[in-house]
């Protein structure tokens, strides 16, 4: 069973900056292709920033565009999301999701496996 395993969040003042991190374990790392999604109180889940099996291709959100940085580290199979100029509408719990086949989606309904999400508050 794949595992993920999201770090890094927490509480930070509007204009701070945050580093989430996500170990994946049981898989071929370099097989999928990596998401961050969000989802505050009484919205949907959205997608944030995604990167494709071999880290060539990347694609953010509108809202993040310019502030957000996702990475991978293919050696530790682990995803990386810099969070920099963070806004109050950035809260909510950030989730890692893994995508077979390579490629970047936007939709969670194409991801295949979650971790169980990490909280990011920006307070004003």
């Known amino acids: 069973q794949v595992q993920l395993v999201e770090s890094g969040g927490g509480l930070v003042q509007a204009g701070g900056s945050l580093r989430l991190s996500c170990a994946a374990s049981?898989?071929?790392?370099?097989?999928?292709?990596m998401g961050w999604f969000r989802q505050a109180p009484g919205k949907e889940r959205e997608f944030v920033a995604g990167v494709n099996w071999s880290g060539s291709r990347t694609s953010y959100a509108d809202s993040v565009k310019g502030r957000f940085t996702i990475s991978r580290d293919s050696a530790k199979s682990t995803v990386h999301l810099q969070m920099n100029a963070l806004k109050p509408e950035d809260t909510a719990v950030y989730y890692c999701?893994?995508?077979?086949?390579?490629?970047?989606?936007?939709?969670?309904?194409?991801?295949?496996?979650w971790g169980p999400g990490t909280q990011v508050t920006v307070s004003s």
């Open positions: 999701a893994v995508k077979t086949g390579g490629t970047i989606y936007t939709l969670a309904y194409y991801y295949d496996y």
């Open positions: 049981r898989l071929t790392f370099n097989t999928y292709a």
